[in-house]
């Protein structure tokens, strides 16, 4: 079983900077993953942030950033601002399993 | 700016099958993927399938023998069932145009 793992939870100031980061159970994460990140808020859908390890939508704030991490994707917010907080999901494309969402990163911003 | 208008049954019991529909509003239905998403209470999420407009599918092989999309491109809409539903499938389930635009949601309950 194909598995993808996130920080649990995550704590930042505000104007600081953090790094989430997204593993998978197969070995290390590359572009070939084509690795996703989204932003989920309470009530509501979760909202694309990065697409393709670092392809931002247009509706994308400058703050986030996505790359590859030794082994693994991440996402990094620079600057970080208190409507940031929320919960964040890697996604990972695997052959023959298809896509896998990471278990999401509860980013509490204090 | 495509959107995305989702219905379908909210309450059903176990055994019986989820139906539910994404209407593509705003947007062309060529050249992409189209797919539904799911997410269970106070949990993370879960891909389910998708579609590219050509026809071909590709689904979660944990769900694989019981789920179905199917598109209409006359009329820009696909559709998800997913047969045998248990309380296990109770979710909050979302369509998309993977992965950029997503629909508002259908919570989907199974309960006897």
């Known amino acids: 079983q194909t598995v993808v793992t996130q920080e649990p939870s995550l704590t930042v100031s505000p104007g600081g900077t953090v790094t989430l980061t997204c593993a998978s159970s197969?070995?290390?994460?590359?572009?070939?993953?084509?690795p996703n990140w989204f932003q989920q808020k309470p009530g509501q859908a979760p909202r694309p942030l990065i697409y393709?390890?670092?392809n931002k939508h247009s509706w994308t704030p400058a703050r986030f950033s996505g790359s590859l991490l030794g082994d693994k994707a991440a996402l990094t917010l620079s600057g970080v601002r208190p409507e940031d907080e929320a919960e964040y999901y890697c996604?990972?494309?695997?052959?023959?399993?298809?896509?896998?969402f990471g278990g999401g990163t509860k980013l509490t911003v204090l | 700016q495509v959107q995305l208008q989702q219905w379908g049954a909210g309450l059903l019991k176990p055994s019986e099958t989820l139906s539910l529909t994404c209407a593509v509003d705003?947007?062309?239905?060529?050249?992409?993927?189209w797919g539904w998403i799911r997410q269970s209470p106070g949990k993370g999420l879960e891909w389910i399938g998708d579609?590219?407009?050509?026809?071909?599918?590709h689904y979660n092989p944990s769900l694989k023998s019981r789920v179905n999309i199917s598109l209409d491109t006359s009329k820009n809409q696909f559709s998800l069932k997913l047969d045998s539903m248990t309380a296990a499938d109770t979710a909050m389930y979302y369509c998309?145009?993977?992965?950029?635009?997503w629909g508002q949601g259908t919570l989907v309950t199974v309960s006897s």
């Open positions: 393709d390890t670092n």
């Open positions: 579609i590219h407009h050509s026809g071909s599918t």
């Open positions: 996604l990972l494309h695997f052959s023959g399993a298809g896509w896998v």
């Open positions: 705003g947007g062309s239905f060529s050249g992409y993927y």
């Open positions: 197969t070995g290390a994460v590359t572009s070939d993953y084509y």
């Open positions: 998309v145009r993977v992965f950029d635009s």
